[in-house]
């Protein structure tokens, strides 16, 4: 089979139902957060585990969840949702955190920028590091291996999906630091982007006191 994604979908990929996606306003809010605040902001919740970590040193993104269920170690689905991209979508797949198989690597990492993503998540495997990371695209995932992908299917695009024990809609608010993930379901996301301004500035006044401390 080809591997250029096409507009006319695999007959085994489902595509969900037209999401809403933030609009950009909203998301710069996020920009200006850490990963961490924000989960604190969301009282400690919605932050998959530690185990999906940043692919290179630097990796930061803030985007709107397009969403992809794979098949363990098949990218089927991953090459579908190309044809769905649109200007700040990141993108969050579940892989079944398979470490065997890589379902996605530096191909479909620029695919996935000339449609305008900002990053993807990766709950499995991928492959082809030293690329990705000449990219400076950003990319976080649970293992990377150079073992290629099956393309059979089945799949989903645009449903919810299930990410290191986080369960993530198309559309939710996704941010992606050098500490982890964070997701945003949308319908909180404004009273969440107000909240994190007065934890950052008690965060700063922390700091400020931890600097004034006396020292013995």
Request: charged residues 20%.
């Amino acid at each position: 089979m080809s591997y250029a994604p096409t507009s006319a979908g695999s007959p085994n990929i489902e595509v969900g139902p037209k999401w809403r996606r933030p609009d950009g306003e909203l998301l710069a809010q996020f920009q200006r957060h850490s990963v961490a605040n924000i989960g604190d902001a969301l009282g400690r919740l919605g932050m998959p585990d530690g185990g999906i970590t940043p692919l290179w040193d630097g990796c930061r993104a803030v985007g709107s969840a397009l969403t992809v269920l794979t098949v363990a170690g098949d990218d089927l689905a991953v090459i579908d949702a190309v044809a769905h991209i649109e200007p700040g979508d990141f993108l969050v797949i579940n892989g079944f955190g398979y470490p065997g198989r890589a379902v996605m690597g530096d191909i479909l990492t620029q695919y996935f920028s000339s449609r305008g993503a900002v990053g993807a998540i990766v709950d499995g495997a991928v492959r082809d590091r030293d690329e990705i990371r000449q990219q400076q695209f950003p990319v976080w995932s649970r293992s990377v291996t150079p073992a290629g992908p099956w393309k059979h299917g089945p799949g989903a695009v645009g449903t919810p999906v299930a990410i290191g024990g986080v369960v993530i809609n198309p559309g939710d608010v996704v941010v992606a630091d050098a500490d982890g993930v964070v997701a945003v379901p949308l319908k909180k996301a404004y009273d969440i982007a107000a909240e994190l301004a007065q934890i950052a500035e008690s965060e700063q006044g922390m700091r400020t006191q931890a600097k004034q401390a006396p020292t013995k």
